[in-house]
């Protein structure tokens, strides 16, 4: 089998940062497949399942319910190696083009201190499985070391 795209990426060089992870045609639209990458593979602790759940829980409900880009939102989910998410989004993007929209996201999930979305056992399968707390430790960081002054290798793969 060939070698998906991803897993040819220098997971050893690559610092956390926004990076354009592949863009697909569905016949008259292009679908941007974005890696947030929050944490540093194999160098950094991996995230843990509460506070990535609680991200998720929070980033996919922010995002779809986004003025501009909530129709644009297609998927907002953990990557399995627990070091970020994938963001699709309909549309030609490159990673400089949502730092704004991810600045949105990360100042929302560091700031929120209410019920998590969905998270009840009739709404979730894992439900009890979060993290408020360090879900907004790790947004707040992510935010403060990589988003707000975020460099040109942070933004595109090497």
């Known amino acids: 089998m060939e070698t998906i795209a991803s897993f040819t990426v220098d997971h050893m060089k690559l610092l956390p940062g926004v990076y354009v992870s592949r863009k697909d045609s569905t016949g008259q639209d292009i679908v941007t497949t974005f890696d947030i990458r929050m944490t540093r593979p194999n160098f950094e602790p991996v995230m843990n399942t509460g506070e990535i759940h609680t991200i998720e829980h929070l980033g996919a409900t ?12 297609l998927y907002f989910g953990p990557m399995g190696c627990r070091t970020g998410f994938y963001l699709l989004l309909v549309g030609d993007y490159e ?19 209410d019920e998590v979305p969905g ?13 408020l707390p360090m879900a907004n430790y ?21």
Request: aromatic share 10%; charged share 30%.
């Open 95 to 113: 990673s400089q083009d949502i730092i704004p929209l991810l600045k949105e996201l990360y100042e929302y999930i560091a700031s929120y201190q």
């Open 138 to 158: 790790l947004a707040k960081k992510f935010l403060e070391e990589v988003l707000t002054d975020i460099t040109p290798d942070r933004l595109k793969y090497s």
């Open 119 to 131: 998270a009840a056992p009739e709404c979730c399968g894992n439900y009890l499985d979060m993290n």
């Open 62 to 73: 922010f995002l779809r319910n986004h003025e501009t880009m909530g129709d644009k939102t």
